[in-house]
């Protein structure tokens, strides 16, 4: 109970601390919502892209053209080794028919076009889907590179370098987020620990006259503790909300006409805004105890 | 209750506010510190509720040497001893009610007791009737009284007292002393610092006289 009633105490001091300088709080956590806005955002164009990534590669497929006029022996070989190995998940060989006719049905408006050439041009094919665990860059690189240069193999074509590139630049709006948001966290945990510092300023003579009736460092050092969380936790409130409102104005106004990507849900992942909130109150934390730890508290 | 052995307080080479103090205050004793101003009265006080170190020698309180706790038993020593300051020391942002129950919520004695406690301690010095006021909206005689109600609340082992009754009128000084008599009379040892010599005289306690920052009983 008496831990209760501490942690009660703290609290109802910072709120009416933070009430009382509302207009110094309310800067100190508009600096902290803008920056873990910042961190925030980048994040969340990392997740949204790793989200587009995990979809193309979940549909990673690997299309072995065939030579010409190939012997049905090899092509059988080549088709038990491809299914043979751990990475195939299906197997399917398309004629040279059956692909002009796949042609035909998707390009309705080409569909004349073969005809004008007087020659199938299309080879023949086996399209492989790839296993799940086996969709990884270097998983589809070791995979092709053990059958481009099987015996009928005439091209192969794939995803991968689509792939390739998505997730470097997933890894740089991460790695950038990254340091962005650092710096910009080093700034809120320097704003606050100056408006908690300010108000110790303020308030020294009520912390001395508690310290001489027999309060103990941590009784006189809690509220302004809480309170620095508080400012934190707030401004990752107000990152979170800038961010749900930034995604919706996103995703109503800018994707909805991208093919590429209008498909894909824009989303902020949960885990991600309580991270935001959690994180502003760890910068709260660190800027209080930084700001008392300078101070004669 | 109160042992002190051969303390010298000096703040630099020029000033030496203590000089060789060695002096016993009995437990239950109620007994006056005077001394023309400063002679070191205020000063005693602080080494013997540790907001100062001395600069040599050592005190006791209650048997602890206090000169050699550690930092963290501060606290546990200035809640067992009521101080009435000289400037008052009242928190200006809370009510007088809660200045006076400040002392038990740091103690986390639950809230109604907290209240029904300070508002006790009011009454008894006559101020009940301004529970809601701020500090800076009373006089000095009453912020006064506020500060002695304070240091009474929670019954202390010792009250130490400098100048309580400098801002009251002679009827309410005398109300105070008697107010503290009670207080010694329920076993809290008592030491005022004062250099009101009539009022000295008037409740025939023992004197303790310091003068030059030297004791002279």
């Known amino acids: 109970m008496p831990v209760f009633r501490a942690l009660a105490y703290f609290v109802q001091e910072a709120l009416t601390s933070l009430w009382r300088s509302r207009l110094i709080n309310a800067l100190s956590i508009g600096t902290i919502g803008v920056s873990l806005f910042v961190l925030g955002a980048f994040l969340t164009v990392a997740s949204n892209l790793n989200a587009v990534v995990t979809r193309w590669t979940e549909k990673v497929q690997v299309t072995f053209y065939l030579e010409d006029g190939l012997e049905p022996r090899i092509r059988e070989m080549l088709e038990s080794r491809l299914k043979d190995d751990p990475a195939v998940e299906t197997l399917t060989t398309i004629s040279r028919q059956a692909a002009l006719d796949r042609f035909r049905a998707l390009f309705h408006d080409l569909r004349t076009l073969p005809d004008d050439l007087a020659e199938n041009p299309f080879p023949e094919s086996i399209e492989i889907t790839v296993k799940n665990g086996h969709q990884s860059p270097e998983e589809i690189t070791r995979f092709v590179t053990a059958f481009e240069k099987s015996p009928g193999v005439e091209e192969v074509q794939y995803d991968l370098l689509w792939i390739q590139r998505l997730t470097t630049a997933v890894r740089l709006v991460r790695g950038l987020g990254g340091v962005l948001g650092g710096i910009l966290a080093l700034a809120s945990i320097f704003t606050i620990s100056n408006v908690i510092r300010l108000t110790v300023y303020a308030r020294q003579d009520e912390l001395d006259i508690m310290r001489l009736v027999g309060a103990t460092r941590a009784y006189v050092r809690g509220p302004f503790i809480v309170e620095g969380m508080l400012q934190g936790g707030l401004g990752g409130v107000v990152a979170v909300a800038l961010l749900w409102g930034g995604l919706r104005f996103v995703a109503r106004d800018l994707l909805a006409a991208s093919e590429l990507l209008g498909r894909a849900a824009i989303f902020m992942p949960t885990e991600l805004a309580f991270a935001i909130v959690l994180g502003g109150m760890a910068v709260g934390l660190v800027g209080s105890l930084v700001s008392l730890g300078r101070s004669q508290v | ?217």
């Not at chain 2, 400063?38 to 013997?48: D, E, I, Q, S």
């Not at chain 2, 100062?52 to 006791?60: A, K, N, R, T, V």
């Not at chain 2, 963290?72 to 942002?93: C, N, T």
Request: glycine content about 8%; proline content about 4%; aromatic content about 6%.
């Open chain 2, 1 to 217: 209750m109160i042992q002190a052995f051969h303390v010298y307080k000096q703040y630099d080479r020029e000033s030496v506010a203590l000089s060789d103090i060695t002096l016993h205050v009995e437990k239950g004793e109620f007994c006056f510190l005077t001394g023309p101003s400063g002679a070191g009265k205020t000063t005693f006080l602080k080494l013997v509720f540790r907001e100062e170190l001395p600069s040599q020698g050592q005190i006791l309180v209650g048997g602890r040497n206090v000169t050699a706790i550690p930092e963290a038993q501060i606290p546990e020593l200035r809640r067992s001893i009521g101080v009435v300051f000289q400037d008052f020391k009242l928190l200006k942002r809370k009510t007088i009610l809660e200045n006076v129950a400040f002392v038990l919520r740091i103690l986390a004695v639950p809230h109604k007791e907290q209240k029904r406690r300070a508002f006790n301690a009011l009454k008894a010095v006559g101020l009940h009737h301004k529970m809601h006021a701020y500090p800076m909206q009373l006089s000095g005689g009453e912020q006064q009284r506020v500060a002695i109600a304070r240091a009474l609340i929670n019954e202390p082992m010792l009250l130490l007292a400098d100048e309580p009754t400098g801002n009251l009128d002679p009827g309410m000084a005398q109300e105070i002393m008697t107010l503290f008599q009670e207080v010694n009379a329920r076993g809290t040892t008592v030491l005022v610092a004062t250099h009101d010599r009539e009022m000295i005289q008037r409740m025939g306690k023992r004197v303790i006289t310091i003068q030059r920052g030297r004791v002279n009983e």
